[in-house]
């Protein structure tokens, strides 16, 4: 497999405070395709903070970020948003599907985001091809508000797999659902590495964290790989 | 381009998206901006109606912008000849030979000495001035009786090419027949009105003629002068008075010839009355639309100024619900942010339902203009002759569309500045 994202020494200093809080200090992680990693965590560790930095959300304060190779660690806004669209997919803990929008219509939002343009009939092929991808080509019609959780959540994993992205970044994706719903989605999620898409995915379950290649633990900023032998249950 | 074009579709498809999830909001943005478009309209087209109805009736009096008109033929004998030799026959050129008639009982006072309207008394009467350059009252002693005084212009062809005279009732004069011994008279509507309110036989009278004559009346058309006026057929009425007469230097006469823009006749007749010392001529290219615009614009830019303040408060009505809703929409924005929409086409798609609204709310103002001026067009048009045929200027249309986009983009700048500026990490944080 062929090393996707490499990152060294990154640090992160939270600022604005009377004393300023490194968030991250000194991660080094390097992902490869079709690898999936599992970050875990106490709340407040800096999880949420990394995934920033791997969405080109925010800018690490020091370190370096390759991506493919290439040092992305300082790329302007209108670069790093070019990035964000033709690379990266990401799944949060709450859906943010718009509920004036359909299934499909949400599903489209990333394709119709000013980054080239696809003719209506291609865009609708791809909108269904990743609703089918998660199981729901069913549902494309529908509004959020007829969909339970689990269904709105592989809305936005479709969403977030409609540019066929290298990566996927996944932000407590089941912790709004319960266990069984979880399941599903993760199963959709790890479907998307059988394809070469590197996920990584931030959690609190055990058990998720289990069913991931790797896993590396944050604890203060400081990351740390962990062998595959957690028990069952929630981190915290 | 390619990019450019990509974007634009993109903040487009959202912009109306965001609409059509918010109809309400578009609505009360809609009524907040719609008075301001609407003045704008209003007053543009208000304006261009003026313009065009002022014109129209400048153009009766003056001629139509782009005419040539030829005053000041020399006070000599001949002068007149020459003029009517070199027009007669040409539909390029025409020459206007002013004069004074009365027409009724012989021996009175007309009822509206000096040519003035019926309505009014100007208490004067017209002077004749004889070869001594003495002048005198023809009217002096004399009892009122049934005549009226009117300004005859006898024409050597189809003056309308050059003033649009708008037929009112029977006929214009043929210029195509023969010349009749009892001259056919089309009279203007302040004579009209006068020949309807008082019976006066039918016998005119022309200072210089050999006979009073019979006039035959054929025709009302609106010639925009107040006074009562009518027009005669220079042929027809050298029959009872030699030229040579009517444009008797010391007589009340007076001759203007009106031109093509471009006819031989200007340099062909300007050497003929040079040649007979003719100094004080002048050639006078109509441009009506010019003068009139000037005394317009100032106007029109006093309401327009009004109409902006109205604008400028409607825009400010979009302002604040534009900033509510993007209140509303900062998780939306900072998710599309996360799928990689640049800043510029979130700023685009705000933007874009503002600018939308300004065109919707646009095109209800026109529609509103449009169908209030067609009611009042078909409620007042025939009691107010000047609403008939009066159409919707489109100027005022585009104005209005211009009016809906300056008020979207007001409206909608702030706002569009803000969503560029929300923070991706809100999806995190949330």
């Given at each position: 497999?062929?090393?996707?994202?490499?990152?060294?020494?990154?640090?992160?200093?939270?600022?604005?405070?009377?004393?300023?809080?490194?968030?991250?200090?000194?991660?080094?992680?390097?992902?490869?395709?079709?690898?999936?990693?599992?970050?875990?965590?106490?709340?407040?560790?800096?999880?949420?903070?990394?995934?920033?930095?791997?969405?080109?959300?925010?800018?690490?304060?020091?370190?370096?970020?390759?991506?493919?190779?290439?040092?992305?660690?300082?790329?302007?806004?209108?670069?790093?948003?070019?990035?964000?669209?033709?690379?990266?997919?990401?799944?949060?803990?709450?859906?943010?599907?718009?509920?004036?929008?359909?299934?499909?219509?949400?599903?489209?939002?990333?394709?119709?985001?000013?980054?080239?343009?696809?003719?209506?009939?291609?865009?609708?092929?791809?909108?269904?091809?990743?609703?089918?991808?998660?199981?729901?080509?069913?549902?494309?019609?529908?509004?959020?508000?007829?969909?339970?959780?689990?269904?709105?959540?592989?809305?936005?994993?479709?969403?977030?797999?409609?540019?066929?992205?290298?990566?996927?970044?996944?932000?407590?994706?089941?912790?709004?659902?319960?266990?069984?719903?979880?399941?599903?989605?993760?199963?959709?999620?790890?479907?998307?590495?059988?394809?070469?898409?590197?996920?990584?995915?931030?959690?609190?379950?055990?058990?998720?964290?289990?069913?991931?290649?790797?896993?590396?633990?944050?604890?203060?900023?400081?990351?740390?790989?962990?062998?595959?032998?957690?028990?069952?249950?929630?981190?915290? | 381009?390619?990019?450019?074009?990509?974007?634009?579709?993109?903040?487009?498809?959202?912009?109306?998206?965001?609409?059509?999830?918010?109809?309400?909001?578009?609505l009360l943005s809609m009524v907040s901006l719609f008075l301001g478009v609407l003045a704008v309209v209003v007053v543009q087209?208000?304006?261009?109606?003026?313009?065009?109805?002022?014109?129209?009736?400048?153009?009766?009096?003056?001629?139509?912008?782009?005419?040539?008109?030829?005053?000041?033929?020399?006070?000599?004998?001949?002068?007149?000849?020459?003029?009517?030799?070199?027009?007669?026959?040409?539909?390029?050129?025409?020459?206007?030979?002013?004069?004074?008639?009365?027409?009724?009982?012989?021996?009175?006072?007309?009822?509206?000495?000096?040519?003035?309207?019926?309505?009014?008394?100007?208490?004067?009467?017209?002077?004749?001035?004889?070869?001594?350059?003495?002048?005198?009252?023809?009217?002096?002693?004399?009892?009122?009786?049934?005549?009226?005084?009117?300004?005859?212009?006898?024409?050597?062809?189809?003056?309308?090419?050059?003033?649009?005279?708008?037929?009112?009732?029977?006929?214009?004069?043929?210029?195509?027949?023969?010349?009749?011994?009892?001259?056919?008279?089309?009279?203007?509507?302040?004579?009209?009105?006068?020949?309807?309110?008082?019976?006066?036989?039918?016998?005119?009278?022309?200072?210089?003629?050999?006979?009073?004559?019979?006039?035959?009346?054929?025709?009302?058309?609106?010639?925009?002068?107040?006074?009562?006026?009518?027009?005669?057929?220079?042929?027809?009425?050298?029959?009872?008075?030699?030229?040579?007469?009517?444009?008797?230097?010391?007589?009340?006469?007076?001759?203007?010839?009106?031109?093509?823009?471009?006819?031989?006749?200007?340099?062909?007749?300007?050497?003929?009355?040079?040649?007979?010392?003719?100094?004080?001529?002048?050639?006078?290219?109509?441009?009506?639309?010019?003068?009139?615009?000037?005394?317009?614009?100032?106007?029109?830019?006093?309401f327009l100024?009004m109409a902006g303040l109205v604008l400028v408060i409607g825009a400010a009505g979009v302002?604040?619900?534009?900033?509510?809703?993007?209140?509303?929409?900062?998780?939306?924005?900072?998710?599309?942010?996360?799928?990689?929409?640049?800043?510029?086409?979130?700023?685009?798609?705000?933007?874009?339902?503002?600018?939308?609204t300004g065109?919707f709310t646009a095109?209800a103002a026109i529609g509103v203009s449009?169908?209030a001026?067609?009611?009042?067009?078909?409620?007042?048009?025939?009691?107010?002759?000047?609403?008939?045929?009066?159409?919707?200027?489109?100027?005022?249309?585009?104005s209005g569309?211009?009016a809906g986009?300056v008020a979207?983009?007001l409206g909608?700048?702030?706002?569009?500045?803000?969503?560029?500026?929300?923070?991706?990490?809100?999806?995190?944080?949330?």
């Open positions: 497999m062929t090393e996707l994202i490499r990152l060294t020494g990154i640090t992160k200093v939270l600022k604005g405070q009377k004393e300023p809080r490194t968030i991250l200090d000194g991660v080094d992680l390097t992902v490869r395709a079709g690898e999936s990693v599992a970050i875990v965590g106490r709340s407040g560790s800096g999880k949420s903070t990394l995934l920033s930095v791997l969405g080109l959300f925010d800018r690490p304060d020091s370190g370096t970020y390759s991506l493919d190779g290439r040092d992305i660690s300082r790329l302007p806004e209108r670069h790093a948003a070019k990035l964000r669209s033709s690379h990266f997919g990401f799944v949060f803990q709450r859906f943010f599907l718009l509920k004036h929008l359909t299934a499909a219509q949400n599903v489209a939002m990333a394709l119709i985001n000013g980054q080239g343009w696809l003719p209506r009939r291609d865009r609708r092929a791809r909108v269904m091809a990743a609703l089918e991808q998660v199981g729901i080509a069913h549902l494309a019609r529908n509004r959020p508000v007829k969909m339970s959780g689990g269904e709105q959540q592989r809305v936005a994993i479709a969403r977030a797999l409609v540019r066929d992205p290298r990566v996927l970044l996944a932000d407590e994706p089941t912790g709004a659902l319960d266990t069984e719903t979880g399941s599903i989605v993760i199963d959709a999620l790890q479907e998307a590495t059988t394809r070469g898409c590197a996920l990584i995915l931030v959690t609190h379950d055990r058990d998720h964290a289990a069913r991931m290649g790797r896993i590396a633990d944050l604890r203060s900023g400081v990351l740390t790989e962990r062998s595959h032998t957690l028990s069952a249950g929630r981190l915290s | 381009m390619r990019r450019f074009s990509g974007r634009l579709r993109s903040a487009s498809i959202i912009g109306l998206q965001g609409i059509r999830a918010r109809k309400l909001r578009t087209a208000g304006a261009g109606i003026a313009e065009r109805l002022q014109l129209a009736d400048l153009e009766l009096q003056t001629g139509i912008d782009g005419t040539k008109v030829l005053y000041g033929v020399p006070p000599v004998a001949g002068a007149g000849q020459a003029v009517v030799d070199t027009v007669r026959g040409r539909p390029d050129a025409v020459a206007m030979v002013g004069l004074t008639a009365v027409v009724g009982e012989p021996g009175v006072r007309p009822v509206n000495a000096g040519g003035s309207p019926f309505d009014q008394n100007w208490g004067g009467a017209s002077q004749i001035c004889d070869a001594t350059g003495k002048c005198y009252d023809p009217n002096a002693g004399l009892p009122q009786g049934q005549a009226i005084e009117l300004r005859l212009t006898a024409l050597t062809g189809d003056v309308r090419e050059f003033r649009p005279y708008r037929p009112q009732s029977g006929a214009w004069l043929d210029f195509a027949s023969a010349p009749m011994m009892a001259p056919r008279l089309v009279l203007n509507e302040e004579a009209a009105k006068g020949f309807e309110r008082y019976h006066v036989p039918a016998q005119m009278r022309v200072n210089g003629a050999s006979a009073d004559m019979t006039p035959q009346l054929i025709g009302v058309v609106k010639d925009g002068d107040p006074q009562p006026h009518g027009y005669v057929r220079l042929d027809e009425l050298t029959n009872w008075l030699p030229l040579a007469r009517l444009t008797d230097p010391n007589g009340m006469s007076d001759i203007q010839v009106a031109m093509a823009a471009s006819t031989p006749v200007e340099p062909v007749l300007t050497a003929k009355l040079k040649g007979l010392g003719g100094a004080d001529m002048s050639i006078e290219t109509i441009d009506s639309r010019k003068e009139m615009q000037d005394q317009l614009n100032l106007l029109r830019l006093i100024a302002l604040n619900v534009g900033l509510a809703t993007v209140g509303e929409r900062v998780e939306e924005f900072a998710l599309r942010r996360a799928v990689g929409t640049p800043r510029a086409v979130l700023a685009g798609i705000v933007l874009a339902e503002t600018l939308l065109l095109a449009v169908a001026l067609k009611a009042v067009t078909v409620v007042l048009g025939p009691s107010e002759p000047f609403l008939q045929g009066v159409e919707f200027p489109w100027s005022a249309g585009v569309i211009i986009l979207g983009i909608g700048f702030v706002p569009a500045i803000r969503a560029a500026g929300i923070p991706i990490a809100t999806v995190m944080r949330a």
